[in-house]
């Protein structure tokens, strides 16, 4: 089921100011319901999923707080991304006139927007568990309500489907991509960004340190509750299986801090480091609820974790997979069953 920005308004309306028209749009308040756990909020809507947080702050008692800095955390993230891609939204080369957008789990919509600004052809939805998004965007982007493990019910097919930090999303990412191609307009593509979990070092620096069985015990954990974190490698096999063409795969290593030489690394570890460390109380509901432990001992694991990323003696990574490919000019349509 998809709640509609437009469809959940109880008015819509077009503002026009100094040549720029936007939309404005409000849902209906009970759709911004959280529930809180442990001192951190999550969505209401699809109450008892294991997707993150939209706070980051272990036990701060201000949700309204935490919640701001969880969605200035993802924000920082997409300015990370466009430093790693050297200031593109995208690596698909789609054509310079796109017509219907998609940006599934859009978080706080700021790449949808991006977008909808940069191609003002295009029609962009944006779709999450959370209504997180800016009330005020351009009049080429709306968001919609949605879980993507959801039948997909939208009446058109997408030239440009994209999907970022995904990782942690879904129970059966397969299907999701298998979803995705369905919905994808022949000769369109499909762009996954996702990283690799747990934390990748080329030495032994990382071995048996606080981050390294931290990052293991969340994939044991996620692993439990039947939502693996580790599925990203296997992006570029299942896009190739499920029909998409001329597959690309572009693997990058961004470092947890500054230990790397050159410029461009270490400013990546700046912007990596600054998202780790806002972005650990995340993994509170998943040690909790999964793994067993104490909110009190996860806190303190966390304590030991924030000096590993602070520690240029680690040498540790993420790996971030950006995989797309196109959806054949040719192909007939397709039911999810049939994928």
């Not at 919509?109 to 940069?118: E, L, N, P, R």
């Not at 990546?268 to 104490?294: E, P, Y």
Request: aromatic share 10%; proline share 5%.
């Amino acid at each position: 089921m998809a709640l509609s920005s437009a469809g959940l308004s109880p008015y819509k309306g077009e503002m026009t100011s100094q040549g720029d028209e936007f939309l404005t749009t409000s849902l209906r308040a009970s759709v911004y319901d959280y529930v809180e756990e442990n001192g951190r909020t999550f969505h209401k809507y699809k109450e008892g999923s294991m997707s993150p947080s939209n706070s980051t702050n272990d036990f701060n008692t201000n949700s309204d707080l935490s919640e701001y800095i969880e969605q200035d955390r993802l924000d920082l993230q997409h300015q990370m991304v466009l430093i790693l891609l050297e200031g593109r939204l995208h690596l698909a080369p789609i054509n310079s006139n796109p017509q219907n957008v998609l940006d599934v789990g859009t978080g706080t919509g700021i790449w949808a927007i991006d977008f909808a600004i940069k191609y003002p052809s295009a029609k962009v939805i944006g779709t999450d568990l959370s209504p997180i998004q800016p009330e005020f965007v351009p009049a080429n982007c709306q968001f919609e309500v949605d879980d993507a493990e959801d039948e997909w019910q939208f009446s058109c097919k997408f030239d440009f489907i994209h999907m970022r930090g995904m990782m942690t999303c879904f129970s059966d990412p397969r299907a999701i991509l298998a979803k995705a191609y369905e919905a994808t307009a022949p000769g369109g593509y499909l762009e996954m960004q996702d990283s690799v979990f747990p934390m990748h070092c080329h030495d032994d620096t990382l071995e048996g340190t606080a981050l390294d069985v931290w990052g293991k015990a969340c994939v044991e954990g996620a692993a439990k509750i039947g939502r693996p974190w580790t599925n990203t490698p296997n992006y570029r096999d299942w896009m190739i299986e499920l029909g998409f063409e001329d597959v690309k795969e572009k693997i990058f290593e961004v470092p947890i801090n500054t230990w790397p030489k050159g410029r461009k690394q270490k400013e990546l570890g700046l912007w990596w480091q600054a998202d780790l460390m806002d972005a650990l109380g995340a993994s509170m509901a998943i040690l909790t609820r999964a793994m067993g432990w104490t909110p009190e001992e996860v806190e303190l694991q966390l304590v030991q974790v924030r000096k590993d990323i602070k520690n240029t003696g680690v040498h540790g990574y993420m790996p971030i997979h950006v995989v797309w490919g196109k959806k054949p000019k040719s192909a007939t349509e397709t039911t999810f069953a049939d994928t």
